[in-house]
């Protein structure tokens, strides 16, 4: 089977690796893909939401499976554009990837699903958005797709009138209303669960780390790191968990004429009250995909498929590795502000398994990767406890030197110190 993955970063690299290990899978070619993964994919130069060239090149090159990772193009009808052409698409129609790409919509959705989730209102002017809050700290959130930086916790009323300048004045993301949103408080949790219309099929947990520095400090990044499993959430949890969160979801989609196929992505708050939705993504995680990924020995290309189709995932139960995944992302400097572009990166070839290296924002400068976005690299690392998957995995960032590397040094220390 020939698969074309949609788009450029870890979280699709991640994807390829776990492709290029089914039997199943002859080609992997990758749009537009980065100077990392063209290691382990054809990368051609298409933009990711560039619809209808995605749709042209997947006829062209017969392929069989897309497979579209970001949420842009999700939103933007890539997948509606697929089908439409008779070509097999894992991901959301874009009625349906709505639910990322509107945190207000996706309130509206877990109410009408009986999901619960902390209490919100919407505003369209700083005044208006300053009068909802209800205390501090207070959750501020752009309405749109903010690459994973519209979210603001402000801590008191000056911190909420700055970010709600940038979003609504300065329209730093453009155009849009914000959600201010109920300050939750406990635990977090990523639950991933792969979807086909009729039913959500967990993946195994994960916990990432949205802050730039330890301790969860500094502004919200994409995601510092994450590990897989969480400590106290079984098999069992997992089920229950999902039953609250993806399966109602999955049904208001199905009764709406708009079924939810592909990767229902779920941000738990475990409360005192009960878990609670932070929020929905569309697609699969970033960097939660690249600690989930590596421990799953199921056939990922024939899940996929299989979920492309109404039940096609009917009877599923995922296989997976008992050992723990600890993945650390290395940033570059400046980020998540103004991240500083062109820094020559070493040590990549001491990065060897079974560690996995997965590359995000890199370039090629005369043959050589240097970095080209926000976050550049990942190292995941498998082990027998979280302290020896930690142990490996800081040990493939010791390896790796670029100019202002910036690299969290508590991913999965709670894991750790809890078992």
Known sequence: MKVLVVGSGGREHAIIRALARSPLVTELLCAPGNAGIVADAECLPVAADAVDQIVQLAAERNVELVVVGPEAPLVGGLVDALRAAGIAAFGPVAAAARLEGSKAYAKEVMEAAGVPTGGWTTALSVEQAIAAVRGYPAVIKFDGLAAGKGVVIAADEAEARAALEEFLVERRFGD?????????????????????????????????YKRIFDGDLGPNTGGMGSYCP??????????????????????????????????????????VEGPKVL???ARFGDPETQAVLPRLRSDLAELLLAATKSGGLAGRELDWDPRWAVTVVLASAGYPDSPRLGDA???????????????????????ALVTAGGRVLNVTALGETPAAARAAAYAGVEEIEFDGKQARSDIALRAEEST
């Open 279 to 281: 929020e929905y993504n």
């Open 230 to 271: 969480v400590p106290g959430v079984d098999a069992a949890r997992v089920a229950e968990l999902s039953a609250l969160v993806h399966q109602p979801i999955v049904d208001y989609f199905a009764a709406a004429g708009t079924p939810f196929h592909g990767v229902l992505y779920a941000g738990l708050m475990m409360t």
């Open 176 to 208: 849009g209303q914000v959600v201010v949103e109920e300050f939750l408080e406990g635990e977090e949790l990523s639950l991933l669960a792969l979807c086909d219309g009729e039913r959500a099929v967990p993946m195994a947990p994960a916990q990432d």
């Open 345 to 367: 990166i070493s040590g990549l070839e001491r990065i060897t398994d079974p560690l996995e290296l997965t590359c995000a924002g890199v370039a090629a400068v005369e043959g």
